[in-house]
């Protein structure tokens, strides 16, 4: 869903007349509540079956959080109130902070989700909860709290790698969506210049990652030590999870080059944006199973697994219930999106909409 952020940062530098910012700004505008719904989904189900984990990156690592979180926050208003009568900031200055929302939103979730592979700086001292003076189970080990993750060459690769790949989407949903040819033309255009820094980023952080160290677990004693090789270990031993990743990252690659080489193709933001989804979900089950650390700290025993930090039987039990539901949502998703696009929108739909942004 964050094609949505990706295409906030080409307002400025796509359209290039007023219509086709309101055109831009519309065709995202009708879909940017899909992408905070998601966020604070993820979120509570997080919170609910691991909830040391949302305590120890949300309450330490909380400058990278509220960055991300204060991102999201300027996009609902910048959407909200641009178009609304007595706007006195105008509003090329609600457009100015979906462009920040864009940027730093894709690049911060990028870096966050890197220290996954790469570790961060906390301590878990779980027999501090007996402290009635300080109970606090978990602490982070420097001033910066998450923001010394910026500082990590390979982290960085991955959030230049998701910017790129936000971008690209976003160009592939223009093509699919708009009904303006000269918009459709700049997008093809456009489609080079991002989706060839994404797939170079992207290889680098995966070849850096899958052949360098990772957080093993003991399973016997639950012991975490650093292991040569350990993603790539993972994907031989998980041979599904290698197979998803592989077919998720040719669909995302058929989607872009399928759009740059043929001018009739505008489906590529189906295979792209269903091949995001597998391959990311594929990248977390490299740090989730065969007894890896998803959450690593560099005070190796402080590492977060499924096995030290998930919640209580009955919770994880009632979320699998939740779960079960999933099915429901994606079909919701689907016919509410349907709806919203029986045609493909052009600049005289967003002027004959009242609500219109």
Not at 156 to 179: E, M, Q
Request: charged share 10%; hydrophobic share 50%.
């Amino acid at each position: 869903m964050l094609f949505i952020q990706g295409g906030q940062t080409l307002l400025f530098s796509l359209s290039k007349t007023e219509d086709e910012k309101r055109l831009l700004v519309n065709a995202l505008g009708r879909k940017w509540e899909f992408t905070f719904t998601t966020l604070v989904t993820f979120g509570g189900a997080f919170f609910a079956s691991f909830p040391l984990f949302y305590s120890t990156s949300f309450g330490g690592a909380y400058w990278v959080w509220m960055a991300i979180l204060f991102c999201f926050i300027i996009q609902a208003v910048s959407y909200e109130f641009q178009s609304k009568p007595g706007n006195v900031f105008g509003a090329g200055t609600y457009r100015a902070f979906l462009f920040i929302n864009g940027l730093l939103a894709t690049f911060l979730i990028g870096v966050a989700i890197a220290t996954f592979f790469t570790g961060s700086d906390f301590i878990v001292a779980k027999g501090n909860i007996t402290n009635q003076l300080a109970p606090v189970i978990s602490s982070w080990g420097n001033e910066w709290h998450g923001l010394e993750a910026l500082l990590n060459v390979r982290n960085l690769t991955l959030g230049i790698a998701v910017f790129f790949l936000a971008r690209s989407l976003a160009l592939l949903f223009f093509i699919s969506r708009l009904n303006n040819e000269t918009l459709e033309a700049r997008s093809r255009k456009f489609l080079w210049y991002n989706a060839i820094p994404f797939v170079v980023f992207f290889l680098i952080f995966v070849i850096w990652t899958l052949f360098s160290e990772g957080f093993a677990v003991n399973e016997a004693s639950g012991m975490v030590s650093m292991e040569k090789y350990k993603y790539f270990t993972n994907l031989l031993e998980m041979p599904v999870v290698l197979v998803i990743f592989l077919l998720g990252v040719v669909a995302v690659l058929a989607g872009v080059i399928g759009t740059l080489v043929s001018p009739k193709f505008k489906s590529g933001i189906w295979f792209a944006g269903v091949g995001t989804v597998v391959t990311v979900c594929s990248l977390l089950l490299l740090v989730g199973y065969n007894n890896t650390s998803y959450y690593p700290s560099i005070n190796l025993q402080s590492s977060l697994t499924i096995f030290n930090s998930s919640s209580s039987f009955f919770t994880l039990k009632a979320m699998s219930l939740v779960s079960l539901f999933i099915p429901v949502v994606l079909v919701y998703i689907f016919i509410a999106w349907r709806s919203m696009e029986k045609k493909r929108i052009d600049i005289e739909d967003v002027n004959g909409d009242d609500h219109a942004y």
